[in-house]
């Protein structure tokens, strides 16, 4: 940010009490979109807070927290960084969820308006640490010079120090409040303020707990399901069953003679092919309750068109991807010449790996609330994607984008599932029928019957050894659904880029790499599920390294330290670059596995193994222990080691290593998501089994590197490497290789 | 219609006996921290107390607990916090929140009978679904509410750990 443009990036006015408050928007047009990350000042407009930082003249400091909250921590670790710079007590803070803030240029291009609001990529962080740093720094540099001016003193002579003002010459003292509304008057400044130095963070990287853990012990917090408008009816929607499917026939005369029954609402389902807007053709009930709408869409007798896709079934779709191997592939990535390494190869070796469909199935199942007035709309959603919502809302109801208002509730649970909004669509259109606000609530059994699902994958790996074990060639063919399949702006031979990252190691590290793609066709809605493609590569590759290392008899670690190699950057073009460490990588193993007592002797039918993974910026590594008896998998130990440059909360990177522990374990033992006859087969936690605390470790210990880097974001990377490292384990305690997930009943030992 | 002790207070639900206590509590008693989590008992999300012990609301007919005393994670603690929900601060165990309410609710049940817990024990009866992954820190905090219940009422420790270790 220059001084020359600065000025159109910080923003500071009164607040209703006569406060400052202050905003700072990323320099530049950044367009609002999720996460693919966008944004309207306003002035402070209501009970919300529509400002970075606010402090009001009775000495309160509210700061806003600009992305959506659903456990990995923004909430609390993103003010957390404009508190520190701003140089004020922790504990003094008051964290506000801000509302989407957008604006129009003169052009009619939207932009966010202070910083990005969707949360996604793990970038809240890595995105937010320099302009929230600047946002605290530009508040106190305000606040000293109102200070400097009232006392006839240069703002340079002056210090801060938890909220109040100290000039040492004279022993004059004040609080912030006390300047508050002075600084509003002021100009801003011309130069960007001055930075902290990483030895002067009083709160960035300190442990700090969840800002809302009181309400939530205590069951105040606001979560998506607790919203509501004045006069809201609830409603309950039937969708079908086959996707792309129709409506073929409704009868809704019992449903509307039911208590509470207030309507009953058609939607049409999207267009075949094209992107969505819902996720399925569906038929509302709107009632005085939400169980009363339960009650008449029971009560609806519903014919549907299955549509394009009413034969698919999950074997269908396996065997099409063995037969789509027995020919080359998308060529996607071809470095050196790898059917020469193959040819001259002193030894190969060849497996296959599957990774099923799963499902997102957040804890709080789709909900939110919509009201479309003529002049406006309102909505408060649990979304990752607020900008999302509004675009969404905009599309179906012509309303101008600054006309509709979003507020965010935090989220039990997102995992990328509320990267699309297609239940605040759903929402919008039964409201739009019944002119009246609308709290829609999905079931459990509709959450997991219509989802944007995580992809499948079949992988086929093969590599060659030259006759001293060292790799000399590697192909990665993978036959997979594209999440990417029905976006907007997508051509057909782009459908790799969402399942394969070619820059992933092993890219650079041996002479020839190629990866070969296999787009498949499936009806199954697709999408963003926790590190994307990273789960399925990392489960792949972190296996088959670990083959390559047995077959040679080398010790796992070892033999992928060696590959890895030295500290060096290299380039990665997808997200998480622009590099790639390997040394980085190599640290994190080599401290989990020290940690772990790697190589110490274990008892029968006791296994160590060993994953690392670079997701999104950041280095994650674990050695996992498992005991495996009369086929009882118990996982008795797991080591977590994470390389994230700064930990700006290190208390919530610890707890997002041990939400990726947590997530890791329970995907890979049992979960998946299969097709019959067109339809998913699981509908609630009996047949869709996430672990339970009888599943979770006794032992669990996690690690930061202390790091020179800038932070990266932590909601992903400690999930990748988790499903490798606790079948690598399996390997070492059973000599049973497990390459198809979820492991379920397939132990032998 | 149904009549029953709602935290203390009579509360008259003039609905169907065959409502779910759970969608009473949060649509017509106004109760919102009990959640929906699958509406078929398998979560805990919506876990309350009836007479003291812990039931899955969303699967508990309102016509079923007419007379009744009900707790809510509102009521759990009165005016202070509970030992459970003491601990789950001083061990900061939530992430997203939305499967805690059912978590505590279910330890302050069971921790009156167990009230020296074992690790066999926590995943005998802490059979309550979270997605995030908190269940390492639900492991510590039910064995330090059971050492503050245990040693009586303690200082609340606010829970800012000088230390990170998991």
Known sequence: ????????????????????????????????????????????????????????????????????????????????????????????????????????????????????????????????????????????????????????????????????????????????????????????????????????????????????????????????????????????????????????????KAARKLPGVIDVVPIEGPSPGEPFTVLAAGVAVVAESTWAALQGRKALKLEWDPGPHATESTASLRRQMHEAMEHTGQIVLDDGDVDAALDLAADSLEAEYFVPYASHAPMEPQCCVVHVRDDGADVIAPTQSPSGASRMVNRLTGLDRMAINVHMTRLGGGFGRRLTVDYVAEATLVSMAVKRPVKLQWTREDDLRHDFYRPCGLHRLRASLDDSGQLTGWRHQLASPSKYYRRANVEADKMWTAELYPDDPPRRLLPNVQLQYYSMDSGVPRGSWRAPAHYANAFAVQSFIDELAHRQGEDPLAFQLQLLGESRDLPYEQHGGPVFNPGRLAGVLKLAAEKAGWGKPLPAGRGRGIAGHFTFGGYAAYVVEVTVSAGQLRVDRVVGAI?????????????????????????????????????????????????????????VENHIVDSPHPPSGVGEPPISPLAPALTNAIFAATGQRIRELPIADQLTA | MATFDLNGEAFEFDGADNTPLLWVLREAAGLQGTKFGCGAGHCGACAVHVDGRARRACVTPVGAIAGRKITTIEGLGGDELHPVQQAWLEEDVVQCGYCQAGQIMTAADWLQRVPDPSDEDIEKYQANLCRCGTYARVRKAIKRAAEISRNGAVAFVEPVAGEVQS
């Open chain 1, 1 to 252: 940010m220059t001084a020359l443009n600065r000025r159109h990036f910080i923003k500071a006015s009164a607040t209703i009490a006569g406060g400052l408050a202050l905003g700072v928007s990323l320099p530049g047009r950044v367009e609002e979109k999720a996460p693919d990350l966008a944004g309207s000042v306003g002035e402070p407009n209501g009970p919300h807070l529509a400002y970075l930082v606010r402090i009001e003249p009775d000495g309160q400091v509210i700061i806003g927290a600009p992305s959506t909250e659903m456990g990995q921590g923004v909430k609390t670790s993103l003010p957390m960084i404009i508190a520190d710079e701003l140089d004020v007590a922790w504990q003094d803070v008051r964290v506000e969820q801000m509302p989407l803030g957008i604006k129009r240029d003169s052009e009619g291009n939207m932009s966010w308006l202070h910083v990005g609001q969707g949360a996604g990529g793990s970038t809240s962080v890595s995105m937010g640490w320099q302009p929230l740093r600047e946002a605290g720094a530009t508040a106190r540099q305000l606040l000293l010079q109102a200070a400097g001016e009232h006392w006839g003193v240069s703002p340079e002579s002056l210090s801060t120090e938890r909220g109040v003002i100290f000039h040492a010459d004279s022993g004059r003292r004040g609080r912030y409040g006390d300047f508050a509304a002075a600084a509003v008057a002021l100009p801003l400044p011309e130069n960007p303020p001055t930075l902290k130095s990483a030895d002067e963070f009083q709160i960035i990287g300190r442990p700090q707990a969840v800002v809302d853990g009181r309400e939530i012990v205590t069951g105040q917090a606001e979560f998506g399901i607790d919203a509501a408008l004045p006069g809201q009816v609830y409603a309950s929607i039937e969708r079908c069953p086959y996707h792309d499917g129709t409506l073929a026939q409704l009868d809704d």
């Open chain 1, 643 to 699: 390389d994230c440059g700064l930990a700006v909360n290190p208390n919530h990177v610890i707890a997002q290593m041990e939400s990726g522990i947590h997530d890791g374990i329970s995907t890979a033992l049992r979960l998946e998501i299969t097709v019959e006859a067109g339809r998913i087969q699981q509908d609630n936690f009996h047949n869709y089994p996430l672990a339970r605390l009888r599943d979770a470790p006794r032992e």
